[in-house]
């Protein structure tokens, strides 16, 4: 029997989809997206060919519709000749509508691809199983970290010889979008454990001053990254040491333009076995 889904991919006027008739659920669809659809290139490839029977690591140029290679995608247009009028890609507006649609093919699985990551709501269940709930959800985050960023400004500015609060928040705020939003992160960590099924689950900003007189002041920027398969058997210091060697030289430069007396730090905590906590910090001490 069937395992439904819909794959879309954020376009400029809304959402663009197709229906994937076979092994919609997580451990199929799900982990051929995450692992082999990770540039839009080839996403919009993929969506371009229409209605699927089943999607495969590989997009290929044509695949043989009664004795399919399991590696190629099998599309309804290409490889069997359908109508292109009843195959072609579907278009929604919102998120909302993309789901509507992707219920009148009776998807039980429905994948967003917002431009920099996987999202996957579970219609039965009527929630989102991963990503950082919709996409929606993910801009909304993203504004509200900003925001949170403004607003720790206000306190920087005192830590730092430039005294307008938006350059503070730009160099920041642009210094941790380099890495988060450009997927650069995740990226270093799915090298270093050797495995693509990781997605950034969520940020958290917070700020507090580390001594009773308030000479040096902490602000952790941190991203939760969740993985399936899991980390326990990940060295975690030992990537702890590979992502500061990877990014604090970059960070330093961009920082040491705005905070003349700080230092910068990357951990690795492991929450629990399918969570993993990076924190850039950043400690500021006071200008006399």
Not at 85 to 105: G, L
Not at 147 to 171: F, M, P
């Amino acid at each position: 029997m069937a395992t439904r889904s819909f794959i879309w991919m954020k376009a400029p006027e809304g959402w663009k989809g197709i229906y994937c008739h076979w092994g919609g659920y997580l451990e199929g669809v799900g982990e051929i997206l995450r692992n082999h659809y990770t540039n839009s290139d080839k996403i919009e490839k993929l969506i371009n060919l229409g209605d699927i029977s089943m999607l495969a690591p590989e997009i290929c140029e044509k695949n043989d519709f009664d004795n399919p290679d399991k590696n190629c995608v099998l599309a309804y247009h290409r490889d069997r000749g359908d109508d292109w009028a009843d195959c072609a890609p579907k278009t929604a507006r919102n998120v909302d509508e993309a789901i509507d649609i992707s219920r009148e093919y009776w998807a039980e699985y429905i994948y967003f691809w917002d431009g920099a990551q996987w999202h996957c709501y579970d219609w039965g269940k009527d929630k989102w199983v991963y990503g950082l709930g919709s996409p929606v959800e993910h801009r909304e985050a993203s504004i509200e970290i900003a925001q949170k960023l403004i607003d720790l400004a206000e306190k920087l500015v005192r830590y730092s010889a430039i005294d307008n609060k938006e350059d503070v928040v730009e160099i920041v705020w642009k210094s941790v979008r380099e890495v988060f939003d450009n997927i650069d992160l995740m990226k270093a960590i799915r090298d270093y454990v050797g495995y693509e099924n990781c997605f950034l689950s969520h940020f958290s900003v917070k700020d507090y001053p580390i001594t009773e007189g308030g000479e040096f002041y902490n602000i952790d920027i941190s991203a939760n990254i969740h993985s399936y398969r899991g980390f326990e058997d990940v060295d975690i210091k030992a990537l702890e040491t590979f992502l500061n060697e990877e990014y604090t030289e970059a960070f330093t430069k961009k920082i040491s333009e705005v905070f003349h007396s700080y230092s910068f730090l990357i951990s690795c905590n492991l929450v629990d076995e399918n969570n993993l906590e990076v924190t850039f910090r950043f400690t500021l001490k006071e200008e006399v």
